[in-house]
């Protein structure tokens, strides 16, 4: 999930004692067994959990029960019957230096039966915003079971439908999904506070806390790792990397899907080109005839463009180079008045911080574009024109799928999974974007600073450049979508390219995607398809060196991590 609360290409805005002061214990539940393939399944074990999880900056609980609902299942997967057990509930993170609890956090975990653990990978999960659960990766993306949609159509109301995932990454990874503090069911265990745990650091070290605990109860220290984060979770992923290597965990892989890790490039049109270029193409809105026939090769064009003549024309605006200001409209459908009214800047926004170009397009038509996906529109007029799709789920990409998630996530919770709990789940939570500090520091133990505005500029893509470089045999990959105005993909090259990484042999770790999707790029059936494969190529190709497993595990040997 996306930056709720955040502007599209807009930088982000900136108790009582605990009861029992003795580091947490797995409860049975919370350490399920790997029984054999074929063997008969455990009875599933539900769980009602009566604990109030509150999501306000200054709430916190007093529990710090490990309890889990497990539950068993299978699927078919690449016409193999896979068996696996399902776990949701609770794990407590502990402070490092006193080991006291200071927040518990919920998560599901789905694990494939009879594995070998220290062959079979585990790949943690996680959304972004800052302030977003983990239901819409969870839901979405790899796990066993995800929802239908009509994506880029409006899913209409229920009866909505959960089905098998064809492109589950189950076959290649165990995968657990984490609510970070705040979140779902997460909360801070007093005498902390949600509000501790709700910056850049604050949240790397706590989700790093998360995974060792993780490792611990479920002995997987010695078991391939890997991450995987959207939107914000990307810059959470490159920081959280070299914390964790810092600890002595070492990764064998880091998906970066729908990267942000340089907000000081937020809202830069020179990024953002190629993507309103790809809105214009799909909606048959370019001047350019015949329309061209690969929407690769023609943004790769444009990015071309965008990089040399339409930089320099915005450098010297008002003068205006007349054939540059030509290929900028018949690239983006935009006539030329318009364009120059703009400043020839597509990143232009209203009053209201709505971008214009996404309510332009279309504008005859009485529809606007989806900032997370541009191929989705929503009714532009009446009542509709005034009701700001910067408040988050009025964009039309989430209005499009909010219902079936909702209605489907609780579903699923309590029905299959068999966890239920009398408080409210927190899939996006504005309280924590509102208090979210974003200042860093980073490998060096400096700070990117305070831009001209006074807002904070979090950049991360030098932690990752940093992990990458002292963890040599770790493989990234940069997964992006053509329709995506809120990271855009052509940033995002940028960003990679610029990254503190000199090392042309550790750079040929890094691998970047394109798919023809949105900000959450398996919401496209065929885009999903297409990630899982490059998924699975990355997976095969990071555990199938052994001599790059060996080294990795030797990183780890010689830091001695607290567990």
């Not at 370019?286 to 071309?304: E, N, Y």
């Not at 926004?349 to 997370?372: C, K, M, P, V």
């Not at 191929?375 to 799928?401: E, H, K, L, W």
Request: net charge negative.
């Amino acid at each position: 999930m996306p930056d709720k609360k955040t502007a599209p290409l807009t930088a982000p805005r900136s108790a009582k004692p605990a009861a029992a002061a003795t580091s947490p214990k797995p409860t049975k539940s919370a350490t399920p067994g790997r029984h054999a393939p074929g063997a008969a399944h455990p009875a599933d074990q539900a769980v009602f959990d009566p604990v109030a999880y509150g999501n306000g900056p200054d709430d916190s609980v007093t529990d710090t029960t490990e309890t889990a609902a497990i539950t068993h299942h299978t699927m078919t997967l690449g016409g193999r019957t896979l068996a696996y057990t399902a776990t949701a509930g609770h794990l407590v993170v502990v402070d490092p230096s006193s080991s006291q609890p200071e927040a518990k956090l919920f998560h599901v975990a789905f694990t494939l039966d009879g594995a070998a653990a220290e062959t079979r990978p585990v790949t943690f999960f996680y959304n972004g915003g800052p302030g977003s659960s983990s239901v819409y990766v969870l839901l979405g993306s790899f796990a066993p079971k995800r929802i239908k949609t009509a994506m880029p159509g409006f899913t209409p109301p229920a009866p909505y439908t959960l089905e098998d995932n064809p492109d589950s990454l189950l076959d290649e990874s165990d995968l657990v999904f984490i609510n970070p503090v705040g979140t779902g069911y997460s909360a801070a265990v007093a005498p902390h506070r949600n509000r501790d745990f709700w910056g850049v650091d604050q949240d790397a070290h706590s989700l790093a806390q998360f995974i060792k605990r993780y490792l611990t109860a479920h002995d997987r220290w010695n078991s391939p790792k890997f991450l995987f984060g959207e939107s914000y979770g990307t810059a959470r992923s490159a920081a959280l990397s070299y914390v964790l290597h810092e600890d002595g965990v070492d990764l064998n892989g880091v998906t970066l899907q729908s990267s942000i890790l340089d907000y000081s490039k937020a809202g830069n049109p020179v990024g953002l080109l190629p993507t309103c270029a790809a809105d214009a193409w799909y909606h048959d809105k370019l001047k350019i005839t015949p329309r061209p026939a690969s929407l690769a090769a023609f943004a790769d064009t444009v990015a071309a463009f965008a990089d040399g003549d339409y930089a320099k024309a915005l450098a010297q605006f008002p003068q205006v180079d007349a054939k540059t200001l030509a290929t900028l409209s018949d690239d983006t459908g935009i006539d030329a008045a318009t364009l120059k009214s703009w400043g020839l800047d597509v990143a232009a926004a209203n009053s209201r911080g709505n971008t214009l170009f996404l309510i332009s397009l279309l504008h005859d038509q009485g529809l606007a574009l989806g900032s997370y996906d541009g191929r989705v529109t929503a009714i532009d007029t009446g009542i509709a024109a005034d009701i700001d799709p910067n408040s988050g789920g009025n964009d039309p990409t989430m209005t499009a799928v909010n219902g079936v998630y909702t209605a489907m996530w609780n579903t699923y919770l309590n029905d299959d999974l068999k966890f239920t709990s009398n408080s409210a789940f927190t899939d996006l939570n504005d309280q924590a974007f509102q208090y979210w500090d974003f200042h860093h520091i980073d490998p060096t133990g400096a700070e990117k600073g305070i831009d001209a505005k006074g807002n904070v500029v979090l950049y991360t893509a030098g932690d990752l450049a940093a992990t990458m470089s002292l963890n040599v045999d770790l493989k990234v990959l940069s997964a992006n979508g053509y329709y995506d105005a809120v990271t855009p993909f052509h940033q995002t090259v940028t960003d990679l390219a610029d990254m503190p990484l000199l090392s042309p042999t550790i750079r040929d770790n890094l691998t970047i995607r394109f798919y023809p999707s949105g900000h959450m790029v398996y919401l496209d059936g065929d885009s999903r398809t297409a990630l899982k494969a490059d998924l699975a190529t990355m997976y095969q190709a990071a555990t199938a060196d052994h001599a790059a497993m060996s080294r990795i595990r030797g990183l780890e040997q010689r830091k001695t991590p607290l567990r």
